[in-house]
C-alpha cells in the first residue's frame, strides 16, 4: 500500500511580501501550517496576506479553504487563528454550516466548542451541526449546542427523540430552562402511550408544573389505565383536588375506570370534589353503564372499594349492595376502609349506612385513627355520639400519635359530650 502523501512543510519564515502569492501558491503553505499545528505561524501568514492582497474576493476563498482543512483535521488552535479573520466575511461564502456539520458528524468537541463561540449572523450552521450531532447521538456535542438552538427547534428534537425511545439523548436534550409546556404535553403524551415509564420519569423533572399542565396530563393517564404510569405523578405537589376532579370527570365520560379507584380515594381529594365527582357516573341515567362500570370494578379489592364509595356518595344504596356483593372475602377489608374514609370525610349518613352493613367500629387506618377520631375531629357531635352511644364506640384507642378522640374536642358540645361519658 502506498505511504499517504504528507503535505509540503516548507517554511514560510522568510515569506515578507505575499502580494504577488497566488490561492494555489498560499494553499499549500496554510495546509502545511495546519498539518504540523504550527497556528502562531499561521496566524501571521493570514494577517499577512490579509495586510497586502487587495482583492477581498481572493484573501476569502483562501480562508474558506483554509477553514475546511482545519476542519477536517481536527485542528483547533488553527482553526482559532482562521476564525478570528472570518468575523463579518459572509458564512455562506466560507461554507462555514459544512464545517459544522462535519466537526459534529465527527465528534470533533474542540473544533465545536470554537464554532459554539463563534460570533454568528445566522445559527442556521448550528442549527444543521446540533441536528447531526442529535442523528449520531453524540451526547456531548448535543449538550455544547442544545442552548445555542432556537427553543421551538430544540422541543420538536426533544419530542423526535421521545418517539424514537432514545432516552440518553433526551437525557442530553433537556435544557437547564423549563421546556415549553405544550411542546412538552406532545412528548409526554406519546410515553405514555408508548408505556415507555423510564421516559416519563425522565421528562416529569423537566417541566415547572401547575394545574393545568397536570390536569391534561392525568386525562391522558387516565385514557391509558395504566396504574403504573399513575403512579409517577401521583406525588407532584400540583397533584391536587381540582386535577383529580376534572379528571374523574373525562374518565367517566369516555368510560374509563380503572384508575377511579385511586384517584377517588387519593389523599388530596376533599370534600367538596367527592360530592362532585361520586354522582357523575349515575348522572349519565345510564344504569346499564352504571352496572357495567361496578362489574368492570370487580378486578382489584380498590377498585371494588371505589365503586362502592361511589354508589354511596350518590345514596343509591342499590348499587351499593350490588358492588359490595362482588367484594366476597374481602367485604370485611373494604367495608372499614370505607367507613373510615366517609368518617374523615364527614359523610354522616354513610358512615352509620357501613356500621349496619357490617364494618367494626374500631377499625383503624394507617395512622391509627378511628371513625370516631374523625368526627371529633370534623366536630361532628352528633355522629360522635352515636358511635359512642349507638354503636359503643371505645373511647380510650389511642392513634399512633397516642392521642384519644376526646384529645381532639374543640367544641364546648363535644367537650360535654364527652365529659357526660366520663372521659
Keep these: 500500500m502506498a505511504a499517504e502523501l504528507a503535505p509540503d512543510t516548507t517554511p514560510i519564515a522568510g515569506i515578507v511580501d505575499v502580494s504577488g502569492f497566488s490561492q494555489k501558491k498560499l494553499k499549500p503553505q496554510m495546509d502545511a501550517l495546519i498539518y504540523k499545528n504550527d497556528h502562531d505561524t499561521l496566524a ?25 482543512t482545519a476542519t477536517a483535521r481536527n485542528a483547533p488552535a488553527s482553526l482559532k487563528a482562521i476564525l478570528s479573520h472570518s468575523i463579518g466575511i459572509d458564512e455562506t ?15 470533533h468537541r474542540e473544533v465545536v466548542d470554537l464554532f459554539v463561540r463563534y460570533p454568528w449572523q445566522d445559527l442556521t450552521p448550528i442549527i444543521a451541526g446540533f441536528s447531526s450531532a442529535c442523528e449520531k447521538q453524540h451526547l456531548t456535542i448535543v449538550k455544547m449546542l442544545r442552548d445555542r438552538v432556537p427553543r421551538l427547534f430544540l422541543a420538536c428534537k426533544i419530542i423526535n427523540a421521545v418517539k424514537e425511545g432514545a432516552l ?8 437547564s430552562h423549563s421546556i415549553d409546556p405544550i411542546l412538552f404535553l406532545l412528548a409526554v403524551t ?5 408505556n415507555n415509564l423510564p421516559m416519563i420519569e425522565l421528562l416529569k423533572d423537566a417541566v415547572e408544573w401547575d394545574e393545568q399542565l397536570l390536569t391534561q396530563i392525568m386525562c391522558t393517564v387516565v385514557m391509558s ?8 405523578f401521583k406525588d407532584l ?36 370534589s367527592l360530592l362532585v365527582m361520586t354522582p357523575r357516573a349515575l348522572e349519565l341515567e345510564d344504569d346499564a353503564l352504571a352496572h357495567q362500570i361496578i362489574h368492570h370494578a370487580a378486578a382489584t379489592t380498590d377498585t371494588r372499594t371505589f365503586m362502592f364509595v361511589l354508589a354511596l356518595g350518590k345514596e343509591r344504596f342499590d348499587l351499593a349492595e350490588e358492588s359490595l356483593n362482588l367484594l366476597g ?56 355520639n352515636a358511635l359512642i352511644y349507638t354503636w359503643g364506640a371505645n373511647t380510650q384507642i389511642e392513634n399512633d400519635e397516642g392521642i384519644k378522640p376526646a384529645d381532639l374536642a374543640a367544641s364546648n358540645n363535644m367537650q360535654q359530650l364527652f365529659n357526660q361519658h366520663g372521659d
Excluded: M, W
Design 225 to 232: 389505565e395504566n396504574e403504573d404510569i399513575y403512579n409517577h
Design 44 to 68: 501571521k501568514l493570514i494577517a499577512k496576506t490579509k495586510t497586502e492582497i487587495e482583492d477581498r474576493s481572493t484573501f476569502n476563498s483562501i480562508l474558506k479553504e483554509a477553514l475546511h
Design 190 to 194: 406519546h410515553a405514555i402511550e408508548t
Design 93 to 107: 461564502f466560507l461554507c462555514l454550516k459544512e464545517c459544522v456539520v462535519k466537526a459534529c458528524e465527527n465528534n
Design 237 to 272: 405537589p400540583a397533584f391536587n383536588s381540582q386535577v383529580i376532579r376534572k379528571a374523574v370527570v373525562f374518565g367517566f365520560l369516555n368510560q374509563k375506570v380503572a384508575l377511579y379507584s385511586k384517584l377517588i380515594l387519593h389523599p388530596a381529594v376533599d370534600k367538596d
Design 329 to 384: 372475602e374481602d367485604q370485611p377489608i373494604v367495608l372499614n376502609k370505607c367507613l373510615l374514609v366517609f368518617a374523615q370525610k364527614n359523610f354522616e349518613e354513610q358512615t352509620l349506612h357501613l356500621l349496619n352493613k357490617g364494618s367494626n367500629i374500631h377499625a383503624q387506618d394507617e395512622e391509627g385513627n378511628t371513625a370516631l377520631h374523625y368526627a371529633v375531629i370534623n366536630n361532628n357531635v352528633a355522629l360522635a
Design 168 to 175: 440518553p439523548l433526551v437525557a442530553c436534550l433537556i435544557p
